[in-house]
């Protein structure tokens, strides 16, 4: 089956604790995304990356850091310096970022808590 | 910069009945706009893609519209079922920035 596995499904972190997010795509895609969705706030872009070994800060990627070593995985990291990481967090892929190729393949989702 | 409303918030029918669920965007400026569905504590299922150059998309019981020089799109959901309980969500793609925006989105209960 083709598709985005995230892992874990669920997640606890101490205080001062980084915890690292898997995100697995065998799709081929080039572009690969992680989100932050909160109650009532909809989906947020954490960091995106277009191609392997490259990526972008998204809107809130204070506390946040990520690889792109292999062009199936896009690890995320949430650092001790994110203050608040409670969270549902998503990741997501696309063929590319082109007009044509942006559409957005999802995984299941990680929720992260704090302890 | 792009910002994404969806309207009502939530919203509760009787089983059977016809729904329309709202989505407005600031910047006309997209190349598309997509319409999501979210179970509980699931990632986001596609349903309808439209292209800016498009009017409506329909899939089943499902039909999307776009407006994009008034900035607003709408899903139409015909004889609701209990099984289309869920969260959904519109995002649009366009201009620049390569993002896809999403709305907040509306959650939907159809009681039987």
């Known amino acids: 089956d083709g598709g985005i596995t995230q892992s874990p499904k669920y997640l606890f972190r101490k205080e001062g604790q980084n915890v690292t997010l898997s995100c697995e795509q065998n799709l081929n895609h080039d572009a690969m995304y992680w989100y932050r969705q909160d109650p009532g706030q909809g989906l947020r872009l954490i960091y995106y990356?277009?191609?392997?070994?490259?990526?972008q800060k998204g809107d809130i990627a204070e506390g946040y850091s990520v690889s792109r070593e292999k062009k199936e995985s896009f690890p995320l990291t949430v650092t001790s310096a994110q203050k608040n990481p409670t969270a549902f967090y998503l990741c997501a892929s696309s063929e590319g970022t082109g007009k044509a190729k942006n559409i957005q393949y999802f995984g299941a989702g990680t929720r992260l808590s704090v302890l | 910069k792009q910002e994404v409303t969806q309207i009502p918030a939530a919203l509760s029918v009787p089983e059977g009945e016809n729904l329309v669920l709202n989505c407005s965007f600031t910047?006309?400026?997209?190349?598309?706009l997509q319409w999501f569905r979210q179970d509980p504590g699931k990632g986001l299922t596609s349903l309808l893609l439209i292209q800016s150059s498009q009017r409506e998309q329909t899939s089943g019981r499902l039909n999307a519209s776009l407006d994009k020089s008034s900035g607003r799109s709408t899903l139409y959901i015909a004889a609701s079922q209990p099984g289309d309980s869920a969260t959904y969500l519109c995002a649009v793609y366009g201009g620049a920035t390569n993002k896809l925006i999403f709305g907040t989105g509306t959650l939907l209960a159809v009681q039987p």
């Open positions: 910047d006309s400026a997209i190349y598309n």
């Open positions: 990356s277009q191609i392997v070994n490259d990526f």
